[in-house]
């Protein structure tokens, strides 16, 4: 970091860029956009969404800058629903990424005139009439406002950089830059949530490298616009928050190959490795594609980069991924592009798949089938066979979900940016791409496999328990048998430490899902329900006591009201036997099937970095968890008695970052159930 | 037989080169004043009691199991390192073992050098390398600070250095005003040169995290030494009269 460049780091970190924000409230700008919206399509609406909320902020171009857009109203609209039916629920676009390459080649200009040239072809099409036209509007509002952005710019530089981008192609990595920053800046002012950079080392390269080439750039040059980038992606992120402050799926993916197969890491991935090691702020969130080739000096630079505990790079590898999407039904050339939204949800070009949209509750099938099938006196298989049932009746709910009428968002930019949508005068959500996929997330799988195995060991193995003494202690929440919860807390089969007793119960467990899943020929719009593996936010919503929570206390010796396991990783409070076995575990898994992503969630104590040795045994680690077949791996840094002291002092740790779930966020930020799990979480190599 | 193990620690950093998995085994005859793993000095299974729950330290395997265990992660891994307590003390066990994984894994023996030589020398003749955990060379003051007299780790080490090829090398923690005087060292670096196996010695710094286990143990961390002294930080005086590479280890 160069001293302007820390300049620019310090004030983002101290929200520098606050005060320029009009305090206009959400409520106003929707009352506003409520009364003009009377009438209108849902393309329609989307369109004066952007119409109007442009035209409220005021470019804002400070001097010397180099990646330029500041947001200057604090509140972000909702979708306008006056006249519609507001019972009926509502799908907006999310948790995907637009089609970056796209806007770099053709800019707003490029595209209007492929929308002028659809509506030519299409006006006797009523619906792409409306599509096109609304679409022409969206974009001359995005142009105009890019306009008067550089009209606002005093510097000829940023005024001419203003004046090409976004609405001609780029040109030079600079201006892709700023143009990625300002269309991403837009789409986010408009309401888009959780959207996603895409592949960027893939789309920015060859605009680097040409530069490089002509010497338009130095090196140095170069890595001081992308860390210029980077901290630019700070500047309004407070505004864009999910279910907690940093869930704001500004993720990014690098590495893996192109769509024929080739590896393509390129000077680009190294980068932006390095840049994010060097800034150290919680977005962009890293991704990384590997395989059983990825160079050994990139896989270094990446476990550098997890040593400096920002929870990132989030690992995939494509040896298992790849495979899945296509064995899903995806083209292989398509899976070969893929990346993630937001958080690990894969993302595949050319469709509009609702990755997050289901949540399975594993540890309450689990619970279902225990008590009934106790109660009756079954076996353990009697017991496997009410889990069936229970998971069958659970993916029914979601099924009789799908085929309820809902509205289905449209967004016009973000088909502007896309494939097809122009083509087929279709926007994105309404029929404009060619898969429309849902993602069921499977949350508690590790408690609920414990719980099973507990009772499979305890019941009917070494009978050390009786049936009812179980019940008894489950209606209770183990208030009257502590020393019950002791014993099973003992019992030597757990998820996590390569045992196949408890991992053959986590299979079956997963097996069982995706079957059901399977089932689904049609959610409704075409597509089918993937499988996955997360859990997000669902540990917690899944747990908390509150009116009508279903999960009391369950035979893993869980009482009512604590967290179940998140994505892949042991329960709360089990001991894995340590960082290797726990990756054989979860190399078990059936990816095939399990293909919505969910990653492996593991924690290094951060004094494990002692030395640099450390970093070549974190590069094996990543290269045993290709070879064993995992999907996706989080390998964070955790020092539990830093983030208690951090709950008492917060004023000492407004920069300390954590890991949350599929993003990185401050842990003083973060509301206290999500602290807690973080630091009850296993920290290896203390 | 079976092995009483105290720990498991997959990719371990301090115990040699690569991605190793450490295996601690229970049971010591020393009783160092700054042990700081003393779950692993009592050769019976012991509960231990921390703020948030209990742990039993202390897990028989047979020799088949653990084998198996480590065989099974032997295309991922590096090698083995058997640290303790002391693995010297359960050598029928680990010779065992190291009958059934053959090559299949580097392995490491991290020992005291307390113990039967013949049994150290079976060890050393199954084992890729060695390193010793070397404390205070003085006999009367070694059996102040560890419990027992050095005479006969410094016998073994001679002996050995005698009769098998295996390369080895010394690890000294650095206690404050114990093992880092003069005169230690001193003792350290004229050993070494009658040594002809011997690749280096490595000096590991003082963790003032020691005592962190010793209130699970049901005991108090007191040691008779100034823990705050300052550390030894310059070995380059060490170093011009060690006949073999010496740094400290971070």
């Known amino acids: ?686 | 037989m079976e092995g009483l193990l105290f720990d498991i620690a997959e990719a371990s950093i301090h115990d040699g080169p690569g991605l190793r998995i450490t295996v601690f085994l229970k049971g010591c005859p020393l009783r160092c004043r700054w042990c700081h793993s003393p779950e692993g000095q009592s050769a019976e299974a012991e509960t231990l009691v921390f703020p948030g729950g209990t742990r039993l330290a202390g897990e028989y395997w047979s020799p088949q199991k653990l084998a198996a265990y480590l065989m099974d992660k032997s295309e991922l891994l590096d090698g083995v390192t058997f640290s303790g307590g002391e693995p010297l003390l359960q050598a029928d066990f680990l010779l065992e073992v190291l009958d059934i994984t053959k090559n299949t894994l580097h392995s490491i023996i991290d020992t005291s050098g307390h113990g039967d030589y013949q049994k150290l020398k079976a060890l050393a003749e199954r084992a890729e390398s060695l390193h010793f955990g070397l404390k205070v060379l003085n006999e009367e003051k070694a059996k102040f600070w560890t419990g027992q007299s050095s005479s006969l780790i410094l016998d073994n080490i001679r002996r050995l250095d005698k009769e098998c090829a295996t390369p080895y090398c010394f690890r000294l923690p650095l206690i404050p005003t114990v093992t880092d005087s003069e005169e230690n060292l001193t003792a350290i670096a004229l050993l070494a040169k009658e040594l002809k196996n011997l690749t280096s010695v490595d000096f590991l710094p003082y963790n003032p995290m020691t005592g962190g286990k010793y209130a699970a143990c049901g005991r108090t961390y007191e040691p008779p030494f100034n823990e705050l002294a300052s550390p030894l930080l310059d070995i380059k005086a060490f170093q011009a009269i060690c006949p073999v590479k010496a740094s400290i280890l971070d």
Not at chain 1, 59 to 83: Q, Y
Not at chain 1, 236 to 260: E, F, K, P
Not at chain 1, 644 to 653: F, G, L, M, T
């Open chain 1, 1 to 686: 970091m160069n001293q302007r460049i820390q300049k620019l780091r310090e004030a983002v970190r101290n929200g520098f860029y606050h005060k320029f924000r009009r305090d206009i409230s959400r409520d106003d700008l929707n009352a506003d956009l409520e009364s003009k919206a009377a009438g209108l399509s849902l393309n329609g609406r989307y369109r004066l969404i952007y119409e109007y909320i442009l035209n409220k902020e005021t470019p804002l171009v400070f001097p010397g800058e180099k990646i330029i857009f500041t947001r200057t109203i604090k509140g972000n609209p909702d979708f306008p629903m006056n006249g519609l039916d507001k019972e009926k629920p509502r799908r907006a676009l999310e948790n995907l990424t637009i089609e970056w390459p796209i806007l770099l080649k053709e800019g707003l200009s490029g595209r209007k005139a492929a929308c002028q040239k659809a509506l030519e072809e299409k006006k006797d099409d009523p619906e792409a009439v409306d599509f096109l036209t609304n679409a022409i509007a969206a974009i001359d509002a995005v142009a105009d406002f890019a306009k008067r952005y550089a009209a606002a710019a005093e510097e000829p530089n940023q005024r001419a950089l203003l004046e090409k981008v976004p609405q001609y192609p780029a040109e030079s990595f600079h201006e892709a830059l700023q143009s990625v920053r300002f269309i991403m800046s837009v789409m986010r002012s408009a309401g888009g949530e959780h959207m996603g950079f895409g592949r960027f080392d893939q789309y920015m390269w060859p605009y680097l490298e040409n530069d490089l080439k002509q010497k338009v750039l130095t090196h140095d040059e170069a890595f001081e616009l992308l860390e210029e980038f980077f901290i630019s992606l700070s500047r309004d992120a407070d505004l864009y928050r999910g279910v907690q402050l940093g869930d704001n799926g500004q993720s990014m993916m690098l590495g893996g190959c192109d769509r024929n197969g080739n590896p393509a890491v390129n000077p680009l991935t190294y980068m932006c490795l390095e840049a994010s090691d060097d800034i150290g702020l919680i977005d962009p969130k890293i991704n990384l594609r590997v395989d059983s080739n990825t160079p050994h000096d990139l896989l270094l630079s990446a476990a550098r980069l997890t040593r400096k505990g920002l929870g990132f790079p989030q690992y995939q590898n494509d040896e298992v991924i790849i495979p899945s999407l296509v064995n899903f039904g995806y083209d292989l050339e398509a899976a070969r592009d893929y990346t993630v939204a937001a958080c690990w949800e894969f993302v595949v070009e050319d469709g509009r798949d609702t990755p997050n949209l289901f949540a399975f509750n594993f540890p309450l099938c689990a619970d279902e089938a225990i008590r009934s099938g106790l109660k009756a006196g079954d076996d353990f298989e009697g017991i496997m066979g009410r889990l069936k049932t229970a998971v069958d009746a659970q993916v029914k709910d979601f099924k009789e979900e799908c085929g309820q009428e809902g509205y289905f968002l449209p967004e016009p930019i973000v088909s502007v940016f896309s494939k097809n949508p122009i083509k087929k005068g279709r926007d994105l959500n309404n029929g404009g791409g060619s898969h429309y996929h849902y993602g069921c997330q499977g949350c508690g799988s590790s408690s609920a496999a414990d719980a099973l195995a507990a009772v499979k060991y305890l019941i009917f193995e070494t009978k050390q328990v009786t049936p009812e003494r179980l019940l008894a202690a489950l209606e209770s929440d183990y208030e009257n048998d502590e020393e019950l919860r002791q014993i099973i807390k003992a019992v030597p089969h757990k998820v996590g430490s390569n045992d196949d007793y408890a991992d053959d119960l986590l299979k079956r467990l997963f097996d069982l899902f995706a079957d059901a899943l399977a089932e689904i020929k049609n959610n409704g719009r075409g597509g089918r329900i993937r499988p996955g593996s997360g859990s997000a936010q669902h540990y917690v919503l899944m747990t908390q006591k509150r009116e009508g929570q279903k999960l009391k206390a369950t035979a893993d010796g869980r009482k009512y009201g604590d967290f179940v396991s998140s994505s892949l990783a042991p329960s709360p409070g089990v001991r894995a036997r340590g960082i290797i076995s726990e990756l054989e575990t979860y190399g078990k898994l059936d990816y095939k099937r399990i293909c919505n992503g969910g990653p492996i969630t593991m924690e290094l104590a951060d004094s494990y970095f002692r030395n640099e040795e450390a970093l070549l045994k974190v590069v094996k680690l990543i290269q045993a968890f290709v070879k064993l077949g995992c999907q996706q791996l989080q390998l964070n840094t955790l020092n539990p008695d830093k983030l208690r002291d951090a709950q008492i002092h917060p004023e000492n740790y407004r920069d300390l970052i954590v890991r949350v779930w599929g993003w990185s966020g401050y842990f003083v930020e973060l509301s206290k159930p999500y602290q807690d799990q973080i630091i009850g979480r296993q920290a290896f190599g203390a």
